[in-house]
């Protein structure tokens, strides 16, 4: 939310609002393009670092092995002895099967220090070769891309709110019980608008709704589903899934970030969902006084409160 108040950029909003999971895969790319910036040479330097260091353990492993078996005057069998000490350096650095160097068991080895050198010569070899390849690597060159394995890795219930559209703060998905969040938004925000009911008639005012749903849910207002019955909000579970899935608790409380929101895009918003912030949803004075820093410094308060915890369709008259 940060980023979006940062940018000020309506289309991000809109795919916000609209598409969270595509927005938050989008955003995730767009972080690791920018941290990537210049990626193939920081990618480069990256595997040029990684391989020499692995380079220097593995020939680390080699010297240490040889040292160890020359030794032992005991053991007839010192190619064997040498894989056992060899695979047991590297068992922390690399998990490199000893099935991988078996052949050497078969061969007859009596010089250790030859299969010691061998391996040194192998080594520098293998490691000029695979420096010459990462010289074209881009990030394009993995089979999994970065931010893909980033977006799997943090993201979590993607329900919605069926009033407002604000996502479940479950990290888990197919959680246990009910989605529920914090904070829920105006219901604007996902197009809803008041409509004027009277037994056997009703019509829509186009007149975007402000409130929020937790506020709806303390009123005596109501609800209109797809098959135009009407329902109370305090009620809201008697309208059946996605509704009775969500525990949504009574609160008065919008939060300024979403005030400053629509008073900001307030003509994006009319043409998004074709209403006006009018009537009853006239957007009041103060929202309009609301700066984003302000609304930030909120939000601010608000994250640093939620981490301290975890640490210890229409509406009607």
């Known amino acids: 939310m940060r980023y979006l108040a ?8 809109k795919q916000y609002l609209t598409s969270p999971k595509e927005f938050f895969q989008s955003y995730i790319e767009r972080q690791v393009k920018s941290h990537f910036l210049d990626e193939s040479r920081k990618l480069r330097m990256f595997l040029d670092s990684s391989l020499n260091l692995l380079y220097r353990n593995i020939l680390s492993a080699v010297h240490y092995s040889t040292q160890s078996v020359k030794v032992r005057k005991d053991r007839e069998d010192k190619i064997f002895l040498w894989l056992d000490e060899f695979f047991r350096e590297l068992a922390e650095v690399i998990n490199l099967p000893r099935s991988e160097l078996k052949g050497i068991e078969h061969q007859e080895v009596t010089d250790i220090e030859f299969l010691s050198s061998a391996m040194a010569k192998s080594l520098i070899d293998l490691r000029n070769r695979l420096m010459k390849e990462f010289a074209d690597v881009d990030m394009s060159s993995f089979s999994r891309q970065t931010h893909t394995i980033l977006a799997e890795h943090f993201s979590g219930c993607w329900e919605q709110c069926p009033f407002c559209g604000a996502v479940c703060t479950n990290t888990m998905q197919n959680h246990d019980g009910d ?4 904070f829920h938004r105006p219901q604007a925000l996902k197009g809803d608008t008041w409509w004027i009911y009277i037994p056997f008639f009703s019509y829509d005012t186009h007149e975007l709704n402000i409130v929020t749903c937790s506020s709806h849910v303390a009123s005596n207002d109501l609800f209109r589903i797809c098959d135009g019955t009407w329902i109370p909000y ?28 629509v008073s900001h895009f307030r003509t994006q918003l009319e043409a998004l969902y074709d209403g006006k912030f009018q009537g009853k949803g006239e957007i009041p004075e103060a929202w ?13 308060r608000c994250l640093a409160t939620s981490m301290g915890r975890k640490n210890h369709r229409g509406s009607a008259v």
């Not at 969500?246 to 929101?261: E, G, H, L, V």
């Not at 309009?288 to 601010?300: C, G, N, P």
């Open 6 to 13: 940062e940018q000020e950029n309506f289309e991000y909003f």
């Open 234 to 261: 305090k009620k809201y579970r008697n309208a059946g899934p996605p509704f009775s899935t969500w525990n949504i608790r009574p609160d008065s409380s919008t939060q300024a970030y979403w005030k400053w929101f």
């Open 288 to 300: 309009h006084r609301i700066t984003k820093q302000e609304a930030l410094a909120e939000l601010d």
């Open 179 to 182: 989605h529920q969040l914090v």
